[in-house]
């Protein structure tokens, strides 16, 4: 029997990145009952860094999710770009990672913490989270200052860590959302050292695909 196939498209085109994503969900694939597969847009730029590669990439992004069929798509990147577009070409549940960890940091916190790449990536989140209508469970975005492979990279833990505890003891959040898909494998470590739940946003994006797929649904709302 053929599984449902729940593809999760990383914009970007590094397949370091990609593989980091893919490692991340292997956590969730003994327990669903789907193809979870991972897919690069290899004419995007190397690392989403700024509104540009943002516009640059949303229609390649859905081009390439027409291309594969599946029977639910995530937007692995942290600015969701090209969701709208890409829910009013398709018929089939498409989420992205950003506004998925967002819904599931909702349930298990008050106020939630981002760990942010770049400093113009908290501006756009700050945005995005306006949109959504989140502002009030925010408690802070704080950027790393490290570049989309370079936070992905070993060197960064300490960092990562660093940022947050701020955010966990000067911004008081109780639940933290790592603000870049290819940092999902830093989740055990962060909750290991601060104590409270940390969420990879391309695991929280697929666990919620896969709900929708579970339920019936034909289209993300």
Known sequence: MIKPRILVVNPNS???VTQAIDSSLDEL???LPFDIATATLHEGPPGIESQAHIDGITQPTVA??????????VVA???DPGLALAREALT????GIAESSMLLALGLGYKFGIIAILDASVRRHLRYIRTLGLENRLAGDRALNLGVLDASGEAAIE????????LR??????VLILGCAGMGQRRSILEEKLG???IDPCQAAVQRAAGLLALGYPRAS
């Open 196 to 198: 409270i739940p940390v």
């Open 159 to 166: 960092r990562i860590v660093a940022v947050g505890r701020q």
């Open 77 to 79: 990147c942290f600015s």
């Open 14 to 16: 590094s397949i370091s």
């Open 64 to 73: 390439l999710m027409k291309a594969q069929p599946a029977q639910a798509y």
């Open 169 to 174: 003891d000067l911004d008081h959040a109780d």
């Open 29 to 31: 694939r003994p327990h």
């Open 92 to 95: 089939v549940p498409v989420v």
